[in-house]
């Protein structure tokens, strides 16, 4: 799997999530088998990047390379600057956002909204590409099959797309309409596929080993992408390429495990984000990791009332001290997640 001059060592990749994707979260999905990660989106606006959010999403120190940023907008010029302005802050691979579906992006017209525009689609590509080539960093993009089920042009963005020097493509196989409801639908992938030289990256509902073997087969495509499903289950990179590799299927996380990712997630967490909004944003992934675990519900309760982060730490690391004493040495797996990026 290469994207430009960068050979990636597998080809099972993190989605780029808002909220999420930070560089703690990337770091250990790199060191748990991840291939690839992309970062949450920034804002293409200059008016934006000196604010506290936007500098922590640009902050890369010590992060595995390739780093990719992703970078979100609709006025062509603006993203293109906003593409050289994170080259020179250490992006080597810069990915163009137009698959998010959230309201509040698509009212700026951008991410999934830019699909009812393929003229404009077209001018963001060309301008961005146009100020990456001389600095030798390649481009993505990432995008859904279209802005609702009657109007899919997956297919014609692609081709656009390729056109204009886009290195890689992934694309999630739902329409903005269809936000992360239904199942994701793998034809147009599989069509995309058929009709470009690029690598092609599958995208949506990859939540096991065996759905990425299948959906790999079924699409032709190069690599997977897996958002949602590695929320509190960073190991699930790991699992996947194993499997690809071997076709044979790795025992889940022991407690103990389990218990020394999650406090090492959050040790790293705490350093990036700070006491205040590390303690506060740490109970998402808390919550992600216990989910389906006996007594989670209690204890994300517990957690929620927690407002420092060495108390956090430590009740965290005492819960899964005591599961471990009173379940089996390795627990059986959770019910997959019902929705993936």
């Not at 603006?78 to 309201?103: L, S, Y």
């Not at 990256?201 to 032709?220: E, F, Q």
Request: contains cysteine.
């Amino acid at each position: 799997m290469r994207i430009g001059p960068w050979t990636l060592p597998n080809n099972v990749l993190v989605a780029p999530m808002a909220g999420v994707t930070d560089r703690p979260f990337r770091q250990l999905c790199k060191r748990l088998g991840a291939g690839y990660a992309v970062s949450e989106m920034a804002a293409s606006n200059p008016r934006l990047w000196d604010s506290v959010k936007t500098a922590r999403r640009l902050n890369h120190d010590g992060e595995i390379a390739p780093v990719a940023v992703q970078i979100a907008g609709a006025d062509p010029a603006m993203m293109a600057e906003a593409a050289a302005f994170n080259a020179a802050r250490g992006a080597r691979i810069i990915d163009i956002n137009m698959g998010c579906p959230v309201k509040k992006v698509c009212n700026l017209a951008s991410g999934s909204a830019l699909l009812r525009d393929e003229d404009l689609v077209a001018r963001i590509l060309d301008a961005v590409v146009a100020a990456c080539a001389p600095l030798g960093v390649p481009v993505t993009l990432k995008t859904r099959t279209g802005w609702d089920r009657e109007h899919r042009n997956a297919l014609r963005v692609a081709r656009r797309a390729e056109d204009a020097g886009i290195a890689a493509l992934a694309l999630h196989g739902r329409t903005r309409a269809d936000l992360y409801t239904g199942q994701a639908e793998y034809d147009t992938i599989r069509a995309v596929k058929a009709e470009l030289s690029i690598p092609v990256i599958a995208n949506g509902d990859i939540d096991t080993p065996a759905k990425a073997r299948h959906v790999l087969d079924y699409t032709g495509a190069d690599a997977v992408m897996i958002g949602r499903a590695a929320q509190g289950r960073p190991w699930i990179f790991r699992e996947i390429d194993h499997y690809l590799r071997t076709g044979e299927t790795l025992a889940p996380p022991s407690y103990e495990e389990m218990r020394d990712l999650l406090l090492e997630h959050l040790d790293d967490h705490y350093r990036f984000y700070g006491e205040h909004t590390g303690v506060r944003s740490a109970r998402k992934h808390i919550g992600w990791y216990v989910e389906g675990l006996p007594g989670a519900d209690p204890f994300r309760d517990r957690m929620n009332r927690i407002d420092n982060t060495r108390d956090q730490w430590q009740t965290v690391a005492d819960w899964f001290d005591d599961l471990a004493r009173g379940g089996p040495a390795s627990p059986a797996p959770r019910a997959q997640p019902l929705l993936a990026a």
